[in-house]
């Protein structure tokens, strides 16, 4: 290829990426636009995507996604027919909720480790997704539920047959039964969470519920299985897993827990060196710390998540933004002390919690400045799906916080039916997909450009934080990011005032805007020195 040949086509690509960045903006300024124009192709900011495992994961519980075949339900081709959606969001990881054979609609208790939910379609299927995924750049993730089983999984079934004929006094022997040993069975109803196998004098553990009995992880046999259904999904291309409720492995155990974490991860880097694991452990920060000694890379951060954690605190202004910088640099020391490798999993919500939307009354505003604080957190951010179109849910009700994605408000293709127990007639407040997509001030394309700008700057998700104190107080905030030679300055308003922060004579004073996110629509300038914010702004220069 000749330069002049090399030079069409980036311009080519910057004109695209441009069009891409008119239709989606409108309250989210970049400099590339204006380059592109002035200056020709050759200046344009390209999108700087590294391969590496800080990636934009995506939460999809598939249920509720995208329905190929028109039952009803969501399944792993109506995944793989939306990848070129979550592909051109900025996301280049999926983390799916649990797809192995399961009695529920959450499908968390597993009764085949090694085969699909016949809901969501084949393994055949799923190694097509993970392969158009892999096509797009993308990750996948899967959760990997080993904390429990399904009450109707053979392992059990069969351990409940074999101690209901055992004779009175005599011990179970693994021999004549190895599933004896896969859970935690007793004589004694040793606590409230043990239940009474039917027909048997014996009782067994299940902490979460009774239909999931608790696996006993430090079996070996069990682990041989384990190891042999991770090499499975890894050999059919999975990146990484998601690891359900860590804490409870065996409960108040945290030494047991963590070497459960790190028994696997080895295991699986054995087997891909890329491997990824993120762990559940809802917790408070010193107990997610703790979990980092495991030498396993991310936890998922529940300081920052929830309707009371500091991300939604921060942008309905409950918490300062000087407060939130101080508390992303305590991460970075602390969760660095126990793991120098670690990889903050930061995210607002879940499929346990409530929507964003609801914990902040729905204004769009305060739901983008959310947003915002999340994609310049560092660390691999989780979004889980409908929080880019703003979707509702309502109350304590788990199916009411998994309700089926509106891809369109009139055209119903693909639109699964949700939960069966959900509450009917859930209002939503906002725009389906396709609606938001053409509209350049909705949520929808307000996450699409925070997503662009974190992937045009590697130091968000990678840099060292620095906070400028000088500059730092109260709804201000300034932090720089350091990642390897080179560092971008990053600038908070959470406040509903527009400020100006003066960057003369300090070290970010030769530094340009790189883009900005602003929750109203205004722009942020850089005059003089001078940094003019908008109210609810956030601005990335370097
Ligand atoms: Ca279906």
Redesign the pocket.
Known sequence: MDNRFIRRMRRIIAVVLSAALITGMTGCGNKNMTQVSEKGADDEQELNIIDDNYRNYYEIFVYSFY???G?????LN?VTEKLDYIHDMGFNGIWLMPVMQSTTYHKYDVVDYNSVDKEYGTLEDFERLVEEAHKLGIRVVIDFVINHTSSQHKWFTDACEYLRGLPDGEEPDAAQCPYVDYYHFSREKESGTYYQVSGSKWYYEGSFWSEMPDLDLSCDALKRELEATAKLWLDMGVDGFRMDAAMHFEENDKAFNTQVLNWLYEYCKGINEDFYMVSEVWANKATIEDYYASGTPSMFNFDVADAEGKIIKAARGNYKAANFVAAMAGYQTDYAAENEDYIDAPFITNHDMGRVANALMKDENDMKMACALLMMMNGSPFVYYGEEIGMSSSGKKDENKRLAFVWSDTDKTGMTNGPKDADKNIAFAFEGAEQQLEDPNSILNYYKSAIHLRNENPEIARGSIKIMEQLTKDNQAVITKTYEDSTIGIAYNTSDEKISIELSGTELENMDIRGYLSAGGESVTLSDGTLLMPPQSVCVLK
């Open positions: 329905d190929s075949d039952d009803g339900t969501g399944d109506g």
